[in-house]
Every structure is written in structure tokens, then in C-alpha cells.
């Protein structure tokens, strides 16, 4: 979605969803109540937040409203089980995002390069224990009207397992996370909010793309498409 359309959509829906708190009687931190619709409910603390995150048929990522860098909430079943963090992150300026549970245990982590392979920007993608797991590449060419930019996974060996594929052409982006043989393992849909949000839905739960590169791979489209599209916008208000 534009730039500039998503920021006003955006200032809207936040505006009504303030309004709404500030009318209840809901106390404490904000970030100790998961939201559906215009419920709040608070945090269960008896959960296996990894094992739910890794059991999920569905997962929503949502960027974080204030941060300083590229921040996402990861929900599941509308309860917040995990976080990615990446401060002050530029893309593939070797900065990093972790993903982390929501009572603190690290699952993974991703590092960026300029260039890995013939891809023009790769990541290195990691365990817990800092071991090495994989890589998502970044592939970009021009055609006629614009960049255009596809997504490889690659696993420890640098063989190829996946690569993304973009099916819908609208305002809210919506994209296949497919294995070698063309099987679709997830699809990545972008969903109307203050801030982007996106939907990751699990078709194949014994891929050989994990899910913690298919929510990094999600975050670091989102980082890509910001950037463009705020590049864009400063471009089109100086001429």
C-alpha cells in the first residue's frame, strides 16, 4: 500500500482504538492485553509461548506503533506470544532481528549482508544458540514499469529451498511462500491497521522452511516496502 495512504488509513483506525481505551476501565500496561477486536484480555501466564507459536495454523505479525527501529508483535489466536526486535534497523547495513518469546527466551535471530552468493542482499539466519540454520536471499530486476523483487530460503549448505512468489497486485500485498517443488508452505497476507499487519498462514507444518524464516522473511519484506515507499513519496514531493 502507498506510503502515504497507509499513514492516514492508519491515523484513523488509531484514533478510534484511542478513544475506545480511553473510555474503559482497563488499567496497566497496554502491552499486558492482547486485542480482538475491541476486547482486551490479559496475558496468560501458564503458556508454552514456543510450542504455541510452533503449533500455529495461523500467525499474525504486527509492527509496533512507537520504536525505534523496525519492531513486530507476533500473535497467536489473538495472544501475544512472541516479538521481533531490530534496532535502528536499515536493511542488510548488517543490523539484526531476534525473535523472542514473549517471556524473554530467545528462538532465533537473523543477520544481514550486502551481498552473499549472486543475490543482491542476503541474510544469515540463526538457532538460539547463535548456530547457523539458513539464509534469505533477496533476487531484484526491472521490467518495464518498476523493481521488482523476489525472496529465496536456503538452508545451512546454501542449497535452495524456498522462494517467495507475490499473487495479488492491490493495495494490501498478499504472497506465497513456496518449497522447490512449487508447493505453497505459506501465505503471507497483508491486513488493514494503524500499522502494518500481516497474516502468515501455515499450510505445510513439516516444511523445510521454518516458520521462524517465514516471520523473519515477513518482517524484512515489510522493512523493504517501507523504505521504497517512503523513498518514493520524498521523491514525488521534490519534484
Not at 524473554?104 to 544481514?112: L, R
Amino acid at each position: 500500500m502507498n506510503y502515504v495512504a497507509k499513514t492516514i488509513i492508519g491515523l484513523s483506525v488509531g484514533a478510534m482504538s484511542m478513544l475506545y481505551v480511553g473510555c474503559g476501565n482497563n488499567k496497566g500496561n497496554i502491552e499486558d492485553y492482547q486485542t480482538t477486536g475491541s476486547q482486551f484480555q490479559p496475558h496468560s501466564r501458564n503458556i508454552d509461548y514456543e510450542q504455541k507459536l510452533f503449533d500455529a495454523d495461523k500467525v499474525v505479525i504486527k509492527e509496533k506503533i512507537f520504536s525505534w527501529g523496525k519492531d513486530y508483535r507476533v500473535f497467536v489466536d489473538d495472544i501475544k506470544v512472541a516479538s521481533v526486535t531490530g534496532k535502528n534497523f536499515k536493511f542488510f547495513e548488517g543490523d539484526e532481528f531476534i525473535l523472542r518469546t514473549e517471556d524473554g527466551k530467545v528462538i532465533a535471530s537473523e543477520k544481514e549482508h550486502y551481498k552473499l552468493f549472486k543475490l543482491d542482499r542476503t541474510a544469515s539466519c540463526f538457532d538460539a544458540d547463535g548456530n547457523l540454520t539458513g539464509y534469505i536471499g533477496e533476487e531484484t530486476w526491472n521490467d518495464f514499469f518498476s523493481l521488482k523483487y523476489q525472496f529465496h530460503v536456503y538452508d545451512a549448505n546454501q542449497n535452495k529451498i524456498g522462494s517467495s512468489k507475490k499473487t495479488l497486485l492491490s493495495l494490501l500485498s498478499k504472497q506465497e511462500l513456496q518449497d522447490n517443488q512449487g508447493n505453497t508452505d505459506y501465505t503471507i497476507h497483508e491486513k488493514l491497521g494503524l500499522k502494518d499487519i500481516y497474516e502468515i498462514t501455515v499450510l505445510d507444518q513439516n516444511s523445510s522452511i521454518t516458520l521462524d524464516k517465514a516471520i523473519f522473511l515477513t518482517c524484512i519484506v515489510d522493512a523493504v516496502t517501507d523504505a521504497a515507499e517512503s523513498d518514493s513519496d520524498d521523491s514525488s514531493s521534490d519534484d
